[in-house]
T-cell receptor, first 112, second 111 residues
Framework: DSGVTQTPKHLITATGQRVTLRCSPR?????VYWYQQSLDQGLQFLIQ???????AKGNILERFSAQQFPDLHSELNLSSLELGDSALYFC???????????FGQGTRLTVV | EDQVTQSPEALRLQEGESSSLNCSYT??????LFWYRQDPGKGPEFLFT???AGEEKEKERLKATLTKKESFLHITAPKPEDSATYLC????????????FGRGTSLIVHP
């Protein structure tokens, strides 16, 4: 158990809908990362927050957004969902921006 | 652009047959090379961090080494429970320090 908690574990929704994925980082970790992993794809970085502020953006679609709250938990919002958005979404956290990241167990999103 | 290439893509071993996985990287100013293990449908599990050429880290049957251009994950006398995908990631100095991941090596150890 990495100490990073993601909910829900599974999510099935229809195209065009909006969903919110939640992440609680390890106790004491200030940095949160979101990654997407599609079938046969590697881990694609989406966005990073550090102590409540956006620090870096990857190839995140405009339909996706995220935020980190004062208690350091983070949410990833996915809207106008398409079939191609079906993937595993991982949250990871680290103490600082230059230390190793620990991953949660992921949310498996299926868009039908 | 940072690049991380892992080889082989897939590896099948017999139980007890030692081997090595390779992670080649192109990054300016390395600030950490990370190895993770990922089981199907699960989140990556952190294994090691290496910071400088010549550094080595060990954990049970796994040993990670680092040179200026690549890292190796040596698996000694593997067991079926070592079957997983092994991911390598690099972080460079400057910029956002975001780890860039390779595509991984899928390891299957047959009993």
């Amino acid at each position: 158990d990495s100490g990073v908690t993601q909910t829900p574990k599974h999510l099935i929704t229809a195209t065009g809908q909006r969903v919110t994925l939640r992440c609680s980082p390890r106790s004491g970790d200030l940095s949160v990362y979101w990654y997407q992993q599609s079938l046969d794809q590697g881990l694609q970085f989406l966005i990073q927050y550090y102590n409540g502020e956006e620090r870096a953006k990857g190839n995140i679609l405009e339909r996706f957004s995220a935020q980190q709250f004062p208690d350091l938990h983070s949410e990833l919002n996915l809207s106008s969902l398409e079939l191609g958005d079906s993937a595993l979404y991982f949250c990871a956290s680290s103490v600082s921006w230059n230390t190793e990241a620990f991953f949660g167990q992921g949310t498996r999103l299926t868009v039908v | 652009e940072d690049q991380v290439t892992q080889s082989p893509e897939a590896l099948r071993l017999q139980e007890g047959e030692s081997s090595s996985l390779n992670c080649s990287y192109t990054v300016s100013g390395l600030r950490g090379l990370f190895w993770y293990r990922q089981d199907p449908g699960k989140g990556p599990e952190f294994l090691f961090t290496l910071y400088s050429a010549g550094e080595e880290k060990e954990k049970e049957r796994l040993k990670a080494t680092l040179t200026k251009k690549e890292s190796f994950l040596h698996i000694t006398a593997p067991k079926p429970e070592d079957s997983a995908t092994y991911l390598c990631a690099v972080r460079r100095s400057g910029g956002s320090y975001i780890p860039t991941f390779g595509r991984g090596t899928s390891l299957i150890v047959h009993p």
